[in-house]
Nanobody
Framework: QVQLVESGGGLVQAGDSLRLSCAAS????????MGWFRQAPGKEREFVAA????????PYADSVKGRFTILRDNAKNMVYLQMNSLKPEDTAIYYC??????????????????WGQGTQVTVSS
């Protein structure tokens, strides 16, 4: 079993940057795809970005493409989400997740097996 803990969220202004971290424990995630999702109040959870086990394949949601970057450090069992040029519509709880069955990151939430508790990101205008 894999435990995930997200951190790095906070309250920022539009245009600012944040770097979210996801620390994995319990077992190594080096062979698993990882993903970031978010859920805003009253909305369904949506895909943000994913990363393949080796960091080569990194799909993004259209809404964050060019502003967000997903990274991983397998030696540290960590995944990151660098968020630049933040917008008020980026306000949400951000979750990281593990996909044990696919080497490439996928955008479907149901493909992911383990989830963290989330970290709140609030962007003011």
């Amino acid at each position: 079993q894999v435990q995930l803990v997200e951190s790095g969220g906070g309250l920022v202004q539009a245009g600012d940057s944040l770097r979210l971290s996801c620390a994995a424990s319990g077992r190594t995630i080096s062979s698993y795809a990882m993903g970031w999702f978010r859920q805003a109040p009253g909305k369904e959870r949506e895909f943000v970005a994913a990363i393949s086990w080796n960091g080569v394949y990194t799909p993004y949601a259209d809404s964050v493409k060019g502003r967000f970057t997903i990274l991983r450090d397998n030696a540290k069992n960590m995944v990151y989400l660098q968020m630049n040029s933040l917008k008020p519509e980026d306000t949400a709880i951000y979750y990281c997740a593990v996909d044990r069955d696919h080497e490439l990151g996928r955008p479907e939430a149901y493909e992911y097996d383990y989830w963290g508790q989330g970290t709140q990101v609030t962007v003011s205008s």
